[in-house]
């Protein structure tokens, strides 16, 4: 494949505080960040793999994305040593970070960068202003070419604003923080 591994970003997994309730992983609307990976392994089985994920909520309980991520892939028999786990990050920035940090880690090798394809222009600018050599690798998309008239939702528009807005808001105070 001729990359050293791929990065996956958490964020497709139900927050801690609902896991506590459940003897389950619980995924959420981009799950393909983790059904993508698993796919990926079963392709490529000596791609380097890394979870990056902590707790995004401020006042986040329960395990974190990182150990919540190993029981998904627990759960579908992925062998323990194809994951490393990064499980201390907050936010896209510190992924880049603190994955760099875990032993083994090379970010002057190709990696790609699996995030929903939303996230991805700044998951890369950031990546790559930590100094990662990354390739985009967007899944969990949300638009096709074209979309029907009757797809119109008030409710799903409302979301892929709050979604837009996201993104737009978190590049910009990346750009203030000097993080991109």
Not at 19 to 44: C, F, K, W
Not at 118 to 125: D, I, K, L, W
Request: charged share 15%; net charge neutral.
């Amino acid at each position: 494949s001729g990359y050293a591994g791929v990065v996956i970003l958490g964020g497709a997994l139900a927050p801690g505080y609902v896991y506590e309730g459940h003897d389950q992983p619980l995924l959420n609307e981009a799950a393909e960040r983790m059904t993508i990976a698993v796919s990926l392994m079963q392709r490529h089985p000596k791609l380097q793999v890394i979870f990056t994920g902590g707790e995004g909520l401020l006042f986040g309980s329960g395990p974190s994305e990182a150990q919540r991520a190993k029981i998904f892939f627990d759960s579908l028999s992925v062998s323990a040593s194809r994951v490393v786990y990064e499980s201390d990050s907050r936010n896209t920035y510190e992924n880049a970070i603190f994955s760099a940090r875990l032993p083994g880690v090379d970010i002057n090798q190709r990696w790609l960068l699996l995030t929903s394809a939303t996230h991805m222009p700044r998951s890369m600018a950031t990546f790559a202003k930590a100094g990662w050599n990354v390739t985009a690798f967007p899944v969990d998309f949300r638009t096709g070419p074209s979309t029907p008239w009757t797809a119109f939702s008030l409710g799903d528009g409302a979301k892929g604003w709050q979604l837009g807005l996201h993104e737009m808001i978190g590049f910009a105070a990346y750009r203030l923080a000097g993080r991109l």
